[in-house]
């Protein structure tokens, strides 16, 4: 089956600085890849995902790269602030079923 | 808001009791799902359903029982728990059940079991 794996588990950034997360997948027949933030309290909420057949998506302040050869994908946000201190995790569609892998999540803490 | 509601949002219960967590979606999606998050855990599906008709059990042991009695509405009924049960319970929905289809997750019921 699928296994995603995701770095690094917590991360502490400054205000202002970009913060990377790295996800890697082993099933090469993955081609959807969403990434959630949740906040604390909440259930997790899609904020941006990318298809095998794009390299590269941005929405405002953040970015996802999908590199398939290598099967790893990671989600970049620029410009940080306070409130996007939350857990993310990336995931990974699996080749059969309904289901998406997920990864165990990063813990970003923006200090101001 | 999601669109995807839980009751309840907290639960605590003994290992004997029966409870159900509840689960609504205001989306018009065909496709439910439950998953556990433990700490330090990747999420684990649990279950999924589409047009009201189960298409994955994820080995859930039957103390978890699922049910679906329409697409709008997802129940987990609860018995005879063990303390490793608790965890957050998230529900989520889709327009589908295929794996491009964006899932939106509910708040959660934080379940303790005692």
């Known amino acids: 089956g699928e296994n995603v794996e995701q770095h690094p588990s917590t991360l502490s950034v400054q205000e202002g600085d970009s913060a990377v997360i790295k996800c890697t997948y082993s099933d090469s027949a993955s081609n959807y890849f969403p990434w959630y933030k949740q906040e604390l309290g909440k259930g997790p909420q899609l904020i941006i995902d990318i298809r095998s057949n794009v390299g590269e998506k941005k929405d405002q302040r953040i970015a996802v790269t999908l590199n398939k050869t290598a099967k790893h994908f990671s989600l970049h946000i620029t410009e940080t602030q306070p409130e996007d201190s939350a857990v993310y995790f990336c995931a990974a569609s699996m080749n059969s079923g309904y289901a998406l892998n997920f990864g165990k999540g990063t813990s970003l803490l923006v200090t101001p | 808001e999601t669109g995807v509601t839980q009751t309840p949002r907290h639960l605590v219960m003994g290992m004997t009791n029966k409870k159900s967590l509840k689960c609504e979606q205001h989306l018009g999606h065909n496709a439910m799902y439950w998953y556990k998050q433990s700490a330090k855990k990747p999420l684990e599906l649990m279950f999924v359903y589409n047009f009201k008709e189960q298409t994955e059990n994820n080995s859930v042991p039957s103390r978890f029982s699922p049910e679906c009695p329409n697409s709008s509405h997802l129940f987990l009924h609860l018995h005879t728990l063990q303390p490793e049960d608790s965890a957050l319970y998230l529900c989520?929905?889709?327009?589908?059940?295929?794996?491009?289809?964006?899932?939106?997750f509910g708040p959660g019921t934080r379940l303790l079991v005692l």
């Open positions: 989520a929905s889709s327009q589908g059940a295929r794996t491009k289809e964006t899932q939106y």
